[in-house]
């Protein structure tokens, strides 16, 4: 092989055609790095290696050596198993990148160990980071090792691996029943969708439950079954234990027989309370039904739900049905008499994306998940969450050595920040006060700042006024945060808008708006931008590298991650206490529940039949409990709102009338896999932070309680514990 080219050698462009180089990037990317390759990336790396290596790309190996660099770059910078040019722009920074590392047709290094060292460097500083300190010299080995992490102050700012996701921006993703695996929607979105994404809207979700309840133990028939359990029915009770769910179109035929199903709670055209899944709709009897737990969950119509009961077929059909829609794929005759309702068991984050655990003789297990699924664009857990775990360890762990100083770790959460309210101002200004006087390397990461920024509608004829008094609204609070800009120029400020904030509130006048909704727009937000451009400016010299403060306008709902797949932070503002109260079933008290309770051992709500028995299917699938025991009611009243949203897996688990939707964002909606915290910001419910099936839900209620005109509350979280904390100050 001739030597390495100088710098003036010229390459003769040629046109490759990709099927000439499929099997030598079969070679290199398949089977030497164990990456897929698509068509379109075949197509772009074609015209790469052409432009770039020219006739000389087969016998000089040239094309081999920068098909090994691509590949070395695209695991580096965290890409997935398939190598794709969908319009996202790493495989397209990649090859911009190695284009101008490359002389003659090959990459400006000695030998290919240099090679990637070169790029990797030239890669690290398109974002800011690379692996060698400032003599040039490479840095640790557990640095050096850890592509895109450089110089000290890199490791030291935290914000510089956060990242705030809109409902608008997140990846669309959809649960693919046929590959058992999630797609990315090729269909560009729209506000104006096709009527037939209603359906899907209902259909994805459960899809997605659906394959969460198929990957529960409890419903994985085993390879060697033994004999029903006692007390167990034939249909719901499959051998060994576990529990088998029937479609409802297999009811047909089937009169007096026990099943246990999964669907869609919904008031059918005729008032009665049905139950829907992808086969057929059923007329629901929940005279006799239990909730499981009791009293601890919601239920109304548009939550996906688990039913076990009997079926009754109609001695004599009547006409209950429209334009002849009985049968399979309609609705069934008779109905389907209840015994116990229950929620869909939560499926905890670790599982859903196949994190490695350790078993008891400490040797790691993987499970199966999704775990090269891109559910937020930031990086899969496979592809980056190693690396960047590592990289939280050396940003975040350092409390070990200096017992917990020196890192900032800290989330402040604001909620009904009410501008128009009198004491907001002064309520604001304490809360800056209690941070101001921090230390620089203790300030908080992050600030929300939770709509809705004003009491009524905005241009709705309510008390709140039009157009310009809320921006004048927004003025004021600039002249708040300019009095501490030591917060402005380290922290990040989120604006989260809520029902009442322009400009959905217009049409709105106060009622549910369509989700997600937009940020508050640029027109309201100029001053405040501008408080935060004076404050950087104002930097002492020479400007420290550390990322400059800044406020982000973002959707309702909204995501932070931090550290790429490693936390994720869902953020809503909605009062969905309120609604669940307006429109949940009530069910009748149980008789048996006196007697009962001597059979119940501390806040366990397990039901025992007359003769022993085993409890029904939803009784035993829903006994998960939650941290903290104790007879608080608004404790017990977070519980019960926590465990119902979880347990859905989705923000907003109302009829499309109660709650609208965006068609085409429903997926922003989503909550699988679970978030490692989620903020659910509910004026309607007293603050709270309880954590269930390891995702701690935080709930800041108002920014100053009813009732109180001098008493202010937050919520700080820690990143680190992910525990959050509600504070109460006096103003």
Known sequence: ???????????????????????????????????????????????????????????????????????????????????????ASLLKSILSTLESNMSGGRVKSRDLSKGARTLTQALGSETGHGDTDKTGEPRSEAIEHTPGVGEDHDLDD???????????????????????????????????????????????????????????????????????????????????????????????????TSHLLLGLLSISPTGELSLTDPTGSITLDIKHARAVPEDGAWFAPGMIVLVDGVYKEEEVVTGSTFNGSGGVGGTIGGKFAGASVGGPPCERREASIGMSNRSESGDPTVESGFGWVDFLGVGSERARGPRMRHIEQLCLRKEQQDDQEGVRKEIVIMSEVNLDAPGTVGALTRVFDSYASLPKDQIPLVFFLIGNFVQHAVMSGG??????????????????????????????????????????????????????????????????????TNANNDRPLPRPKTPSGEAIWTSNPTRLSLFGPVHEIVVLRDDVSARLRRTSIVFRPDKSQDTSDTQNHGDEMVEIDDDGAQPNPPSELAQVQLEEKTQNPNLQASRKLVKTILDQG??????????????????????????????????????????????????????????????????????????????????
């Not at 937050?714 to 504070?727: H, L, N, P, Q, S």
């Open 1 to 87: 092989m001739p030597e390495q080219g100088s710098p003036n050698l010229s390459i003769l462009p040629i046109l490759l055609p990709p099927a000439t180089l499929r099997p030598l990037a079969f070679r290199v990317l398949t089977k030497k790095h164990s990456l897929t390759i698509t068509a379109s990336s075949l197509q772009s790396l074609a015209t790469f290696v052409g432009r770039n290596c020219g006739s000389g790309w087969r016998e000089e190996g040239l094309a081999e050596l920068v098909l090994d660099e691509v590949a070395k770059a695209w695991k580096k910078r965290g890409g997935g198993v398939i190598v794709e040019d969908n319009g």
């Open 158 to 256: 935290t914000r510089k691996w956060m990242k705030v996701v809109g409902a608008f921006e997140q990846h669309r993703v959809v649960y693919n029943v046929n590959k058992k695996n999630f797609d990315v929607s090729s269909i560009s979105p729209s506000i104006f969708p096709a009527p037939s994404q209603r359906a899907n809207i209902f259909r994805d979700r459960y899809n997605l439950i659906y394959q969460r309840l198929l990957r529960n133990e409890a419903f994985q028939t085993p390879s060697f079954g033994t004999f029903p359990s006692r007390g167990g029915s034939a249909s719901s009770l499959a051998t060994g234990g576990s529990y088998k769910l029937t479609s409802i179109a297999n009811l047909l035929g089937r009169s007096g």
């Open 463 to 532: 008390g709140s006024g039009g157009s310009i008094e809320c921006k004048e609204y927004f003025d004021s609070l600039a002249s708040v945060l300019s009095n501490y800009p030591r917060l402005l120029q380290g922290s990040t400020f989120v604006f989260v808008p809520g029902d009442n904030d322009p400009w959905a509130s217009a049409y709105s006048a106060g009622a549910s708006t369509a989700c997600p909704r937009e940020a508050v727009p640029e027109l309201f937000t100029s001053r405040i931008r501008r408080a935060f």
């Open 650 to 731: 989705n923000l907003s688990p109302f009829p499309l009338n109660v709650r609208p939707v965006l068609w085409d964002y429903a997926s922003a909606l989503h909550l699988y896999p679970l978030p490692t915290a989620m903020i659910l910001a509910d004026s309607s419910a007293d603050p709270f932070a309880v954590t269930y099936e390891g995702c701690h839900v935080m709930n800041p209620g108002r920014l100053i309680p009813e009732g109180s005109k001098s008493l202010v509350r937050w919520i700080e979280y820690d990143i680190i514990k992910k525990r959050g904390t509600v504070r109460e100050e006096r103003f």
